[in-house]
T-cell receptor, first 115, second 115 residues
Framework: GAVVSQHPSWVICKSGTSVKIECRSL??????MFWYRQFPKQSLMLMAT?????????EQGVEKDKFLINHASLTLSTLTVTSAHPEDSSFYIC???????????FGPGTRLLVL | SQKIEQNSEALNIQEGKTATLTCNYT??????LQWYRQDPGRGPVFLLL?????KEKRKERLKVTFDTTLKQSLFHITASQPADSATYLC??????????????FGQGTILTVHP
């Protein structure tokens, strides 16, 4: 149980285009989903927290107009990287949590390469 | 500022030995601490959680200790196997304030178990 999927697993796009990444909890309902970014040889950095039906809360330094997050249902959250640039190339990972339980379940990640 | 340090970037050990990984933190009051395993190009997988009032937790060949006086957690893998080779991440959750519930990760330790 507690499986989280992400789609796509990797994406290559041209600079200036927008990319949407989906995060789904497959066998449970996630009241909270988190989005992280991981650059090579670095650890995961939290970008934003989203609760179903509410606006996402962004971490300091993360542009909310660039990284649009939608958590429309208890099993789906999306991250849209708008007007992507090469510096946005990274590994994006989502996680999901049930209520206030302590454990987060992570997706397999999405590798984004912006040319 | 808050800091989480895993003081070995890489650890190489022989199969069958015990691997010990360290996680130190400063300027932090964690409610609990978690250890994750991350394989290359994949999302983290939850291993163990230990709360601030717990000294030790075990799960099969894994053992975690938590010393809030030393501000340190040790993660042990006994009878290590080549399949244990991966990056291991510690993550803290603050006990209060705006950061409650959010995971803050250390930079990870790359463990390689040689046959």
């Amino acid at each position: 149980g507690a499986v989280v999927s992400q789609h796509p697993s990797w994406v290559i796009c041209k600079s200036g285009t927008s990319v949407k990444i989906e995060c789904r909890s497959l066998d449970f309902q996630a009241t909270t989903m988190f989005w992280y970014r991981q650059f090579p040889k670095q650890s995961l950095m939290l970008m934003a927290t989203s609760n179903e039906g509410s606006k996402a809360t962004y971490e300091q330094g993360v542009e909310k107009d660039k990284f649009l997050i939608n958590h429309a249902s208890l099993t789906l959250s999306t991250l849209t990287v708008t007007s992507a640039h090469p510096e946005d190339s990274s590994f994006y990972i989502c996680s999901a949590r049930v209520g206030s339980r302590e454990t987060q379940y992570f997706g397999p990640g999405t590798r984004l390469l912006v040319l | 500022s808050q800091k989480i340090e895993q003081n070995s970037e890489a650890l190489n050990i022989q199969e069958g030995k015990t691997a010990t990984l360290t996680c130190n933190y400063t300027n932090y009051s964690p409610a609990y601490l978690q250890w994750y395993r991350q394989d290359p190009g994949r999302g983290p997988v939850f291993l163990l959680l230990i709360r601030e009032n717990e000294k030790e937790k075990r799960k099969e060949r894994l053992k975690v200790t938590f010393d809030t006086t030393l501000k340190q957690s040790l993660f042990h893998i006994t009878a290590s196997q080549p399949a244990d080779s991966a990056t291991y991440l510690c993550a803290l959750v603050a006990s209060g304030g705006t950061s409650y519930g959010k995971l803050t990760f250390g930079q990870g330790t790359i463990l390689t178990v040689h046959p």
